[in-house]
């Protein structure tokens, strides 16, 4: 557990820093904001493994909102992370008991494939 615990902790730090250095206001959202998604997207990894599921659910939330806006700026480099928290975000919903909210998730995955040759 001490290994996790390490972990965590660095992650918790990586997101707080990436948070800051993407802010809207005072840091700059364009440079950072990949970086904050994929640290959001460890952290809720992480936590999932560690059973705290909420938590988990609440950071692969943030990641996709922030995915789905890169997606619509650069397609080919943020589908595959978009698609990989949202896989993950169903297992969360899984492991909560919301299987239901899963199943819609991975519907909304096998009706929108990755073909990475449409967004040319």
Known sequence: ?????E??????????IRRRLADP????PAAYEP???ASLTVWAWIL???????RALR???????IYRKLVALAPRRFT???RAVIRLQADVLDGLGRIQDAQTVR??????PDEPDSHK
């Open 48 to 54: 999932s493994m560690q059973q705290d599921l909420f």
């Open 59 to 65: 950071a692969t939330s943030e990641a996709v909102e």
């Open 7 to 16: 972990a965590l902790d660095a992650v918790e730090e990586a997101v707080g």
């Open 35 to 37: 970086d904050l998604a």
């Open 25 to 28: 206001v005072t840091g700059n």
């Open 1 to 5: 557990m001490g290994r996790w615990a």
């Open 80 to 82: 595959q992370p978009l």
């Open 107 to 112: 519907d909304w995955l096998a009706a929108n």
